[in-house]
């Protein structure tokens, strides 16, 4: 069973650790449990990672998504589309992959844009293998 906010946490705490003590790997893994709260939309726990991070004279930067995926899509957007284009619904895709059905919501929509499609039905074509 997947627990991704219990992970998110072991992230966040292991990363203020690791800034508290001047250890390196403290940033990254901060961040890494902003990206995962994020996805579970754990505004509250993103905000307090952030705040972390300023507290321990790091700069954060409000960014829309992962940096480097551009026009194609991340892995959990990729995800999202396929179980879409199977004819899920998106509370159905939010308890396969333990997400809230509003994230699920922004992915489907952030795939159909990628994807240059405007349904749907039309996401399987253009995913490919």
């Known amino acids: 069973l997947e627990r991704p906010y219990e992970a998110a946490y072991v992230r966040e ?3 203020l650790l690791l800034l508290a003590a001047g250890a ?5 893994l901060l961040h890494e449990a902003i990206a995962a709260y994020q996805d579970i ?3 509250w726990d993103v905000l307090r990672c ?3 991070l300023r507290e321990h004279g790091q700069v954060t930067v409000r960014r ?3 940096l480097g995926y551009g026009d194609h899509l991340s892995p959990r957007e990729r995800a ?7 004819g899920l619904s998106n509370r159905e895709i939010a308890r396969e992959l333990v997400l809230s059905h ?3 919501e922004h992915h ?6 990628k994807l240059g499609v405007s349904s749907r039905t039309e996401i399987g074509s253009q995913l490919g293998p």
């Open 102 to 104: 509003r994230t699920v």
């Open 108 to 113: 489907v929509a952030r795939a159909l844009r």
């Open 41 to 43: 939309d754990a505004v």
């Open 50 to 52: 952030q705040r972390g």
């Open 64 to 66: 829309p998504g992962a």
């Open 80 to 86: 999202v589309a396929r179980l879409a284009s199977l």
């Open 13 to 15: 705490a292991w990363g």
């Open 24 to 28: 390196a790997g403290g940033r990254t």
